[in-house]
């Protein structure tokens, strides 16, 4: 796809055919050139069983083609109509209580149910047969936002099915479950169910491989209509939503669509989460294409409430996602819904219509992105963060040994202490190849199996750095636990051996352990403070590098070939956390504070000012507050 | 009906039957001349499928009038006992998520169950056909507290009819609804159910039209019941609970009783909402009679726990409730049951029997009572407050901008200002004619019809004053946001449009604006803190009375024709809210604090003091610390 | 059975058989005696229908008694195996809304269901009859925590059944529930179902009668198992868990089994939890034998944190139970799991393996608990506690007059008061014998019959005393009030009459009241404060010992024949109930703060020094800090 992409979703089916043409107009004049169209549009396509109604759609098609706007033409498939589900009960979605859904929202569906799938290969057909050579067309987006769980029978059925892919025999799911424990063995594949309501505590190891077949049974519905969409030539995605409840493996998705795309709704910092967002995406992408797909335009969602985003703001975020890649700039949607349950949703045209401040600095923004280079080649991190699906849905099973354990908090801490001193970092999968990395931050992955610890000792013993925070290694791909002492199998890597957890309710202060740390940052000055955990260390060959009260080891360092491994066995603040990463040798910040570069590898830099003061000497002109900027570094 | 009635609810059908005959004792003793019966009796009345048992009942009714205590006898339908759900299991109430509920409490009824509806008229048949003509009887009461929500099969279809009629065509009720938002479009009139449960948000003008049409089948109901007791020449009535959930519009309601009854349990500050309740009641009756039916003898419920009320606080909130022209003063219920769930709520004759503080007190105003005036006129309001319960339940759609909004808070304060200030205001719906008002207030009335923004604007126009607070105006009936610029059907009166709202999570200043108000309260010392909310106010025609930081008006007034119209985009405390009504031309308090003086159109005026103090010059006696007078104004 | 014993639960089903034989060395090692099997293995025992497996337990019993490990062999009845739902549906649990549920936890079973009672009898007789005679067999360890709730069809005959045996008739049911209350008169008992859902409170007769079904019912299903193993000649138990929501009677149900086994999991201050636990345990037994049965090795479950207990403090909590005559200490469990939902509780072995602190603690205290006495004779308890499920659970009932009121926390600090004193007291059964204590303590006794009220008066009368705290004596055995003023059925022993309850919302301060203590200690120094509840008390014949201000009796005392009956009507700190306790007589306490002396009737004492000093001239020999010594008083 040439040049910057920019717009967002379309939805004319909600609107008199007369507002299209204000549409198109408002469109041009905002530098608009791709428009997501069809995305709820099931029921306008088929307004009944068996009758297509593409009269309108070729309408907005052409109006768009005149108006040299492509389209991203949606298969409708997240949300089926009403007499859908009249026809097809077996269709809606069935909770874990047993209660079977009503139409009414949207998502109401069950991927593994037969006349839903047969239904969107054919809503996919005949799209790609009426539009498949359309010269509007330039991408088509499959469904939206993959993450509806279901516990019906189908459900039941295609689960088992999974996991006999997956476990080979009855006996081997028994062993890998744990079924031993509260009496669960199977003697029947029948006797499998997706984790519905029960008594008590789920098994851990069936609520996990549950999420692992959602994400694969959903992956299988996005495939059958991809290779429908496929001989039309035209590329094919899907957009990613992120969250902890989405069974959605995006690493394994990633390769399977054609252009990586993500959906990205900052709740807290947004500039640090839309950096964050960006190079997940950019990472799942792995070199390849891909798109920040939906934003808001004006607002940010947050505790329930829709707070406007300050002047410059969306400008300055957009730039985060581009500044990492992105294709372009993609918004939820273009005009404000009158009606339904999101219509205080934002739009690029509000309800207030263009004569409005959103408008105005979409406007804007769009004429600044069409000067800007669309394909940089891309970035070389040297510092790699290990993310995993897996991890983060095992450490939601019940009854860890504290309700303050989390994935993402000491994740996103990791990224915004990296971002804060200006890296831009890769996230891996703990399987994949990390050698050309210097450092590799591991925070609490919960779940790892034997060979990703290998291929972090791996990494260490040929000169690397690896951070690993508490809560890592200590149960398998099962949900397992590693035995012999924690953190099972990073034990020997890190040099150290746990026997005992202990949850902190009040924060304890460090002390310099007996080791002198490479670097004096946490020796000088910064006092450090554990938080929520903290773990019983004894040192079979690492050093501490501080310590709890009472003088057992809180960090640990061990050095094994040319590399070092750091372990931290508790939660530090930023500060703390950050004082670490300098002395395990982090590199410090080359930037004033609240100045984002990020560099591609041929020497073109972006530069964003996320402050209220002029920024002189980072970039060729001086960066006015809450400037951006894109040029070609002189020295490279 | 002669005098003022004092009584409450009496289940002799708990208590042994000499009990019966220390009641009616009692009752003598206390001034009682009014009794509820058989709200709860069904079970006793038809013990089994077919088999009445009245004899009980004759006796009770018998005995009353043998002690000149007239009865208001209600129909049982409330509580249908458990052989009726056995026999009907259809009859059963279903939840939004398909559970058939199980007798065992009570309201556990299907409203559009056809062997429900046909019991309820043969009970209120059998009940007219014995004592419609007995000496005793007064008034019929008609169920209980109407309010029931139900999702099944029944009602599904029932909803479907009500749509039909008010929609038209499925043409209209798509476009009314929005469907084309989420692929929700409805091709066939079977398709449409309840809002059960659903995957994710639910269509808000579905859950607004199936809170209409609840309320309409309720009213169905009642009127079925009704017109087989009117024949008996004896009026009808039945007994309005207040509350969000209640999907009972009793504008609509009052029209259809002989007298409007309301059920008031003041759960925060009494005083206040006793005059609330009362205004409210006063307004729904619009010039006919009510009845303040339902009220606790000894207690308040409050944060779920009862707390007694102060010594001689039950008779200054009845007083609130006579002086608005309740034809007399109800409890429920005479005596605190001794079973039950509800064996704890309190009673005229508590569980300690008459030697006790409460039947004291309620002895002693029932004597105060006997002696004051039935019968006057009604009160000639300057302002009205509008009041919409389709603006309520709109209120409490999914998905709206802030978790803060709320209806309740905004019109109870501005009601509570002019409680403060002495002023006894109407509510009045928004299609009233509001001409004879000089004020009228428009507290967050989310939705609002064209029609009813040019009856304020009419209003306006020939010289009134309105004062719209923050989120009015935004929706049509249909919850479709009215376009262009907020608030739609409201900008032009206002003068002001609106791209953008602002949601505070902390409270702001706002500072004087450029123009000069009419009267210096608001410029001359009051600080006033806008908090909750806040909106981005482009001024058309209107003036900035005060601004945000920044500058952008906060709160804003404009001339149209003779009259004044003024906007107030955020949140005041009391205190501002005040201020900015006395600045808009509010008269000031006449009264002292805590006095409150409620004067008839014939002269009659009402006092009660709310102090500690002896209270002179506002009665011809001095007003003793929380006493109360009724006397003639002799200026009038 | 001889000696103390030691040991857990011992799972070796979810063990490789390599590992057995380090876990009999390890038993060896740590001095356990005894373990219990089998809890969750019926899946392993009977891995298909009508296939037994039993080889492998047979394996474990041989190797056992091959190292002198006796066996507590349970009956595997509490987990029914994935293959037991299939082929019985009927024998899940169904909620109160009507969700059946599906295995895949543990405890999924209707205790009402044929096909599981069959089951549970025929695995009970093939355990009988395969290790009846087996000499490793010590115990019979029936079922695993009893508790578990099922409102199906099946549940709502046997509880048709019990009421029927209960009431006698319909008549009678319906007056023990006032089913005169909003229309609830059953006509026929098929109407009665358990308290399923329903529209708004239940009734709290039914609610109170379900809790004893559920009981008897879940103890008809114990007996049937101990009737099956009884002829072995090996003594029967089940283990008690302890819990509000637990429908379990322990008096009733201690007089079934062999030995009280209780399980103990602390959560809050555990020294004073554990001495909580275990007098409960000992009162139970009423002087028959009991024994802790399980407790965390290692951890304590607070807040949902695992927190590890201190150093030694496993073994002083465990001295807390065999100082009250627990015949052994017993954890859960033996090796902590690999997999499953309880992977992260503790065990005698954790994860780490035997080189961990916990397993050198497990191994030092087992050395120390082999040099013990097993059978000191027993306590002479001077107070007694009275203690009753039924009170607790009508205590839990809807529409109470504040949310504060609570059951557990007086009692518990009735229990504390009296620990902190070193006085070792029993609990008793309203109905029990109590002539042979000083003193009975009577906290928050809502629920309490006219017989109890009579065994109370009759106790004051012949010189005991009593404190009575606020909420008791208030409903009969059916739920209902006893009237003529509160608290009805103590009203004459308490020589005071309430008229009305006032919850609190902001602590009192009390004063001394018209009456001289008998003992200076209400009136010197301790300032009293009343929380969460009050009482507006008439003194009929008691006199004021404390006041509310503005004068009205807040603690009374009645001379009632030679004793004394005092009166709490609010809740006061520990402090406070402390004085008051000591005004009402009791003596005070004899031993340093921390240091726990509990004297056995023939002259053995138990020392436990909770502090962290050495404590001299409590013990022959200094006693070390966390120590604990086992003498003979010399005094005796």
């Given at each position: 796809m ?12 909600q ?74 009960p077996?269709s ?26 047969r ?12 539009y498949?050579?359309h ?37 081997a ?32 190891a ?74 997940l995406?950019?990472?799942?992408a ?41 294709r372009?700039?993609?918004?939820f ?43 940089p ?23 860890l040994p ?22 831009t ?34 990494f ?17 791909e ?25 949850p902190?309710t ?68 930023d ?16 930037t004033?504070p609240g ?42």
């Amino acid at each position: 796809m040439p040049g910057l992409r920019y717009g967002g979703d379309y939805n004319p089916e909600q609107w008199p055919e007369e507002v299209w043409h204000e549409d198109v107009r408002l469109m041009r004049e905002a530098g608009v050139n791709l428009v997501t169209i069809g995305v709820f549009s099931w029921s306008r396509l088929q307004p009944s069983p068996g009758a297509y109604d593409f009269a309108w759609l070729d309408r907005v098609l052409d109006l768009l083609h005149s108006h040299d706007i492509q389209v991203n033409l949606a298969t409708p498939t997240a949300s089926p109509p009403p007499w859908f589900g009249q026809a097809h009960p077996d269709s809606l979605t069935v909770t874990a209580d047993g209660v079977r859904l009503t139409h009414g929202s949207r998502d109401t569906y069950c991927v593994s149910a037969p006349p839903y799938r047969r239904a969107a290969r054919e809503l996919a057909a005949a799209l790609a047969d009426r539009y498949g050579e359309h010269p509007a067309l330039a991408l088509w987006h499959v469904h939206n936002e993959y993450g509806t769980w279901c516990h019906c029978d189908h459900v039941a059925a295609a689960f088992r099915n999974w996991l006999r892919e997956r476990h080979g025999s009855l006996a081997a799911l028994n062993e890998a479950w744990t079924t031993a424990f509260w009496s669960q063995h199977y003697s029947d594949w029948a006797q499998i169910t997706p984790p519905r309501k029960t008594q008590y505590l789920p098994n851990p190891a069936q609520a996990l491989d549950f999420r692992r077949f959602l994400s694969d049974e959903m992956l299988a519905c996005y495939r059958e209509q991809r290779d429908v969409l496929r001989p039309t030539g035209v590329p094919v995605t899907t957009n990613f939503v992120f969250g902890g409840w989405v069974p959605v493996d995006h690493w394994r998705w990633a390769e399977e669509v054609d252009l990586v795309a993500i959906d990205d709704y900052p709740s807290g910092n947004p500039e640090e989460e839309s950096a964050f967002a960006a190079d997940l995406a950019r990472s799942w992408a792995r070199g390849r294409d891909w798109l920040l797909m939906e934003q808001a335009a004006g607002v940010r969602y947050s505790g329930g409430r829709m707070i406007p985003k300050p002047a410059g703001a969306m400008a300055r975020h957009s730039m985060q996602h581009i500044a990492r890649g992105s294709r372009g700039v993609m918004f939820f949607q273009w005009r404000a819904s009158r009606g339904g349950a999101e219509q205080w949703h934002h739009g690029m045209v509000p309800h207030a219509g263009p004569d409005s401040r959103t408008f105005r600095e979409i406007s804007s923004f769009g004429r600044a992105l069409a000067g800007m280079p669309a394909h940089p080649p891309g970035i070389d991190a040297t510092v790699a963060i290990l993310w995993d699906y897996e991890a983060w849905w095992a450490l939601q099973s019940p009854g860890l040994p504290s309700p303050d354990l989390d994935y993402l908090a000491p994740i996103r801490q990791a990224h915004r202490t990296l971002w804060h001193r200006g890296i831009t970092p890769d996230f891996a999968h703990p399987s994949h190849d990390i050698s050309r990395y210097e450092m590799v931050l591991v925070p609490s992955l919960y779940l790892m199996s034997e060979e990703s610890a290998a291929n972090l000792t791996g990494f260490v013993r040929n000169g690397g750095t690896v951070v690993v925070s508490y809560f890592s290694g200590l149960v398998d791909e099962h949900c397992r636990v590693h035995l012999g002492g924690h953190p099972g199998c990073l034990r020997d890597l890190l040099g150290v051996s746990v026997d005992e957890f202990h949850p902190l309710t009040e924060p304890v202060a460090l002390s310099a352990g007996n080791a002198e740390p490479t670097h004096p940052d946490l020796t000088s000055g910064i006092t450090l403070t554990g938080t929520i955990w903290s773990e019983n260390i004894r040192l079979t060959s690492a050093d501490a590098v501080a310590t709890y009260p009472g003088g057992t080891p809180a960090i640990t360092r061990n050095r094994v070939g040319t590399g070092t491994a750091w372990y931290l066995s508790t939660r530090l603040d930023d500060d703390g956390y950050a004082a670490l990463l300098t002395t395990a040798g982090l590199s410090p910040a080359a930037t004033p504070p609240g100045v984002e570069i990020v560099r591609h590898r041929d020497g073109t830099v972006y530069a964003i000012n996320h402050t209220a003061d002029t920024i002189l000497g980072e970039t060729p002109e001086p960066l006015p507050p809450g400037g951006f900027a894109v040029f070609k570094d002189p020295c490279r």
